[in-house]
């Protein structure tokens, strides 16, 4: 059995119509998928305690997007970890040991203010090293443009 060039065009036709159909369907269902992907709910009914679960939430960084806080982020393992300090406030444990909690199991770099250690202190105090060697060089600077 042959297939004329005409059918050949038609049959090419309908098969990217339904392709650009599926391509659609599924686009349109990654994103119905995104928006609700981000918690919006209250976590607590208390008002304090909702304000301490976002500003908690706000200061753990989502270990698969690195520059986002597991508040703003999608991925999986942000909610898990919504969930998991949802569930240690709700045992009673302060932000110090929700804290130690996640810097022990994921390290660190899960916080976005890391706590002052020995293996931190270089993170803490560069800030002021930097600015004391930039304060040098601009005096050693503005030194030689008056002498000459």
Request: aromatic share 12%; hydrophobic share 45%.
């Amino acid at each position: 059995m042959m297939i004329s060039g005409k059918e050949t065009l038609g049959l090419l036709l309908t098969m990217r119509i339904n392709q650009n159909n599926i391509f659609l369907a599924l686009f349109l269902s990654l994103i119905m998928n995104f928006t609700h992907a981000i918690d919006s709910g209250l976590a607590f009914s208390d008002p304090k305690l909702q304000q301490r679960y976002e500003t908690l939430i706000s200061e753990i960084r989502c270990l698969v997007c690195q520059n986002q806080s597991i508040k703003s982020s999608n991925v999986f393992l942000a909610v898990d970890l919504r969930n998991e300090v949802r569930i240690m406030i709700s045992e009673g444990r302060s932000n110090k040991e929700i804290a130690n909690f996640l810097a022990d199991r994921y390290g660190e770099f899960v916080l976005y203010r890391p706590r002052f250690k020995p293996n931190t202190i270089f993170l803490w105090l560069s800030p002021f090293i930097f600015l004391m060697i930039g304060m040098f060089v601009v005096y050693k600077v503005v030194r030689k443009k008056i002498i000459t």
